[in-house]
């Protein structure tokens, strides 16, 4: 069994990491964070043409975008071990699309007994014109999504 946390460093992640440390038993785990390239963020936008963006890399190198995502996987790692769970990798995959399908893709890959996600508490129209990550996954995932409301206020601390 392996368990699979989308871990993007916010405090709705932070959360799933913490709720599977507390509730699940120990198993495998893996910390993911999805990453792109600034210049594929960008180059929808208009003033994409406009500004100089360096697409290439030498051979070897990494993007600094992936060096990020490494270290923000880390830091999931970091605070599932400080949370009780042992056998935690860290995984930063570079998106080739939204971030829900590189989740999904990952956890095919892996053969995920659980996919789990924070949620970032939108409701109404709100949810509707942001989109969300985890009801995403939740549909196009063919194995158990957990998705992880925002704690309470008065249950942090």
């Known amino acids: 069994m392996t368990v699979l946390i989308a871990y993007d460093g916010s405090d709705d992640a932070r959360a799933a990491v913490e709720y599977v440390a507390r509730h699940l038993r120990d198993e495998p785990t893996v910390i993911m964070t999805v990453w792109e390239p600034l210049f594929t ?49 860290v995984r930063a995959e570079r998106g080739g699309g939204p971030v829900w399908a590189a989740i999904v893709d990952v956890a095919e890959e892996l053969d995920a007994s659980l ?36 704690p309470k206020e008065d249950d942090e601390g």
């Not at 963020?41 to 190198?61: C, F, K, M, T, Y």
């Not at 990494?62 to 830091?75: D, M």
């Not at 194995?143 to 409301?149: A, F, N, Q, S, W």
């Open 41 to 89: 963020q960008i180059s929808w936008a208009p003033l994409a043409a406009a500004v100089p963006v360096a697409g290439r890399i030498d051979e070897g190198e990494q993007y600094e975008e992936e060096k990020q995502a490494e270290r923000l996987a880390q830091q999931g790692a970091d605070i599932a071990a400080e949370a009780g769970l042992t056998g935690v990798a």
């Open 115 to 150: 996919v789990v996600t924070g949620s970032r508490g939108l409701a109404g129209a709100r949810s509707v014109i942001l989109g969300s990550v985890s009801t995403r996954v939740l549909h196009h995932a063919h194995r158990p999504v957990l998705v992880v409301p925002p």
